[in-house]
Nanobody, 124 residues
Framework: QVHLVESGGGSVQAGGSLKLSCAAS????????MGWFRQDPGKEREFVAS????????IYAGSVKGRFTISRDNAKNTVYLQMDKLKPEDTAVYFC?????????????????WGQGTQVTVSS
């Protein structure tokens, strides 16, 4: 069982930055591929980024590549999402996700555990 709690959301102007954190409970955190997804009301939840167990490989959605950076600290059971050059279209609820037994996490159907979500609002 893994319990995920996000923090760091908020409101920012376009071009600004935010850093999201996701703290995980459980001693097997390093066994999970971790990721971030986001969802705007009335839209499908979409993939943002994911990172391997050891942080060695990361993948990003095309819409955030070059602006967002995912990282993890297994000693702290925490995964991060640094978001720079934010745009109004990045506005959404951001969810932390954990997947076990997979390599490349990019589909919400692969996710075993979800956080409760944190709101990010970018104004123009």
């Amino acid at each position: 069982q893994v319990h995920l709690v996000e923090s760091g959301g908020g409101s920012v102007q376009a071009g600004g930055s935010l850093k999201l954190s996701c703290a995980a409970s459980g001693r097997t955190f390093s066994s999970y591929v971790m990721g971030w997804f986001r969802q705007d009301p009335g839209k499908e939840r979409e993939f943002v980024a994911s990172i391997w167990w050891d942080g060695g490989n990361r993948i990003y959605a095309g819409s955030v590549k070059g602006r967002f950076t995912i990282s993890r600290d297994n000693a702290k059971n925490t995964v991060y999402l640094q978001m720079d050059k934010l745009k109004p279209e990045d506005t959404a609820v951001y969810f932390c996700a954990a997947a076990y037994g997979t390599t490349w996490l990019r589909d919400q159907r692969q996710v075993d555990y979800w956080g409760q979500g944190t709101q990010v609002t970018v104004s123009s």
